[in-house]
């Protein structure tokens, strides 16, 4: 159970940092400097994650936080699958000379 509850903390530092890259994407409409592939790793990455929890199955009494660790492996594979999509949407676009 203290397995799940530090991958847990993982996931939540890992999901912090995703909202704000997605925000300066949106504001900026501006991609420069971000890699699709790392993107596309981090994504497989938190799939073979959510695969794991689930052909995995917890002890009894680790199964509600397991639960909440796949729901933190979704979250942060869903916020790098929209980063991924704004990338591409915006990946022509030119930087901004202030």
């Excluded at 159970?1 to 996931?11: C, D, L, P, S, V």
């Excluded at 492996?73 to 980063?83: E, G, I, K, P, Q």
Aim: charged residues 15%.
């Amino acid at each position: 159970m203290q397995a799940y509850m530090f991958e847990a903390i993982m996931m939540i530092c890992f999901g912090l940092s995703w909202p704000a890259n997605i925000y300066k994407s949106l504001r900026t409409r501006f991609v420069r400097g971000k890699s699709p592939l790392f993107m596309g790793l981090v994504s497989i990455g938190y799939a073979s994650g959510i695969l794991h929890k689930i052909l995995n199955p917890p002890a009894s009494d680790a199964h509600t936080l397991a639960r909440y660790v796949i729901i933190l492996y979704a979250l942060n594979f869903a916020m790098v699958t929209f980063d991924l999509i704004l990338y591409y949407m915006f990946r022509k676009n030119e930087e901004r000379v202030a």
